[in-house]
């Protein structure tokens, strides 16, 4: 089966992304289009790399590779910017099933701008015409099948993943290129939502108000400008000097500071759907480095401590990191029994092959 896999995401910081095409690997022979971070260079030949110059030109690029590429059976088409060039590479290569990852879950009325409300638009009348549907949890696949008009309710695929270094000659150099900043002993907790205020960042920054000099919070990855200047002119009024902030960090790099942190912060608000039912694959990061998290009270991140006893799930960040803390090795062991039965390989293969009895039935 030849499948041409199709994505607006960038291969290095898309970890849903990265597995859902080791997944399409186990159904046939994957050529996969993504896109272009910085000089990135292809995984291997059959990855094929949209140096970005927006997103009309990429429909045109897609275009192209389809016409280049030839006969295909399968499009996968990843998220909602994957649609059009996919509906579109599937008319140019003669593919005759279409499956569609729907990684988001937002309506019109939440959807942000009027790019948002038109992603709503094509994703609502192409998505019930694609043969397999993907969500990316039970909760979001309930809802899909009235949102979109579904027959059969999605496949559910939980962003099950795990950080790598990509050699050890990378681990080392990066160990010695941060280990100094480690070097004070305190009790860290890592969030990879930078300073995205709608991510409850203001009430982490309360937490360690009261928290004190033991413990400190690091704020990873990409903010807007504006967000980013509250929390910097917070920290300043409220005299924090235990909160750091960093860019977006590489896998490898991410990888070496999640590893040197005691918890990962996992939190969402709960204004829109595609938030209040988010499917976080942070978390499963944060675990597999074998550190417990401390959630937001979104029902997935609630249900999903409850259950597993990996973390604890609460509004009052102060107490839930206090807790965590004051029993540390007891939540280390949990969470170590947990990743002990959890497998990002089995979750790849369940896909293909539930994904291979949907086509047998398309």
Request: aromatic residues 10%; glycine residues 8%; contains cysteine.
């Amino acid at each position: 089966m030849k499948i041409l896999y199709i994505s607006y995401d960038q291969y290095e910081y898309d970890g849903r992304g990265r597995e859902l095409i080791r997944a399409a690997k186990e159904l046939g022979e994957v050529t996969y289009i993504t896109r272009a971070f910085g000089q990135e260079k292809p995984q291997e030949a059959s990855h094929i790399l949209y140096q970005d110059r927006g997103y009309s030109r990429f429909l045109l690029f897609v275009c192209e590779q389809a016409k280049r590429i030839g006969r295909q059976d399968v499009i996968f088409i990843d998220n909602r910017k994957g649609i059009i060039p996919g509906y579109l590479a599937k008319r140019l290569t003669g593919a005759r099933y279409v499956i569609q990852d729907c990684r988001e879950l937002y309506d019109r009325k939440s959807a942000a701008g009027v790019p948002g409300r038109i992603g709503c638009v094509v994703e609502r009348i192409f998505t019930r015409h694609s043969d397999v549907i993907i969500a990316a949890n039970a909760y979001r696949a309930k809802r899909m099948v009235k949102m979109f008009g579904l027959k059969k309710e999605p496949l559910n695929y939980e962003n099950i993943r795990r950080l790598s270094y990509s050699s050890e000659e990378k681990r080392q150099q990066i160990e010695k290129e941060c280990q100094g900043f480690f070097a004070e002993k305190k009790f860290r907790i890592i969030s990879t939502s930078g300073c995205d205020l709608s991510r409850t960042t203001l009430q982490m920054l309360e937490a360690m108000k009261g928290l004190g000099e033991d413990y400190e919070l690091l704020l990873v990855g990409e903010s807007a400008e504006e967000d980013e200047l509250i929390v910097k002119e917070t920290i300043r009024g409220e005299g924090l000097t235990n909160v750091k902030i960093f860019p977006r960090l590489d896998q490898d790099h991410l990888k070496y500071f999640v590893e040197n942190c005691q918890i990962g912060m996992v939190t969402y608000h709960q204004r829109d759907l595609n938030n209040k039912y988010c499917a976080s694959g942070k978390i499963f990061e944060y675990l597999y480095e074998g550190k417990p998290v401390v959630t937001s009270t979104n029902p997935p991140l609630r249900d999903f401590c409850e259950k597993y006893g990996i973390g604890q799930a609460s509004d009052d960040y102060e107490w839930a990191i206090l807790k965590i803390a004051e029993a540390y090795e007891r939540w280390q062991g949990q969470v170590k029994q947990f990743v002990r039965r959890v497998h990002v390989e089995n979750n790849n293969h369940r896909l293909a092959e539930q994904i291979k009895k949907r086509l047998e039935e398309a």
